[in-house]
């Protein structure tokens, strides 16, 4: 919610989604959004893809308010999803992925916060068969439909959830393939990066990338 006020201060209206089983879309028998990423594989998918059909849907009802210079935000496993919605929606100009990764499934068998996912798995899959039952979620199989967007990719130093190594491997992708990218890179770990002082550049690195890539779609300018 703070980030979207400073998304208002700055002349951009925001549009706030809660993913699937977060927030007031959670059963009542949860006490997490567990059934978002967990060690059923297929329920995942369906719920990823849920969400992304959500934004999707999001996007058109703000092009049908007016809207014609729309960009997406997401952090986390929202960046991931953010992605995904880029790839599938050709209304979305600009992403600001915030906390990123090429592979679902290397975030959640080394992430420090799917720990648990993990071990439900040990002994029941391998890991590469779970890169590939996930590759439909995977962001580094859609970077070829990003070439006309502007992507700005962040990620932490010392992130424990999201491995800097995969980090690092995204924005190699991004660079070898030539698609159109910025990237920042916060001292600080998955979880601090929305406590004081991180937060506050974390925020204006994504409000000062969104507002001059939509003011760039706006005036046809294209990298």
């Not at 059923?40 to 719920?47: E, F, I, K, S, W």
């Not at 006309?148 to 992708?173: C, H, I, M, N, W």
């Not at 990338?209 to 046809?220: P, T």
Request: hydrophobic content about 45%.
């Amino acid at each position: 919610m703070g980030l979207c006020r400073l998304l208002a201060w700055n002349g951009l209206s925001a549009l706030r989604l809660s993913l699937p089983y977060h927030d007031q879309r959670m059963p009542p028998e949860l006490h997490r959004a567990d059934y978002i990423v967990s060690a059923n594989v297929a329920r995942t998918l369906q719920v990823c893809r849920q969400a992304v059909l959500d934004a999707r849907r999001a996007v058109a009802w703000l092009a049908s308010q007016g809207y014609d210079r729309i960009g997406i935000l997401g952090t986390s496993l929202g960046s991931c999803l953010a992605l995904l919605t880029t790839a599938h929606e050709p209304l979305i100009q600009v992403e600001a992925l915030n906390h990123i990764s090429p592979d679902f499934a290397d975030v959640v068998w080394r992430g420090l916060s799917t720990r648990h996912v993990r071990e439900s798995m040990d002994g029941h899959i391998e890991l590469d068969l779970l890169r590939t039952l996930w590759q439909p979620i995977s962001p580094r199989w859609y970077l070829d439909r990003l070439r006309d967007r502007q992507t700005l990719l962040v990620y932490a130093r010392y992130d424990l959830t999201f491995p800097v190594d995969l980090s690092e491997e995204l924005v190699k992708a991004f660079r070898d393939q030539h698609i159109p990218h910025e990237v920042a890179v916060l001292r600080c770990g998955h979880y601090s990066t929305g406590k004081a002082p991180f937060k506050f550049v974390d925020g204006w690195l994504l409000t000062r990338f969104l507002k001059k890539a939509l003011l760039d779609q706006g005036l046809g300018i294209r990298d």
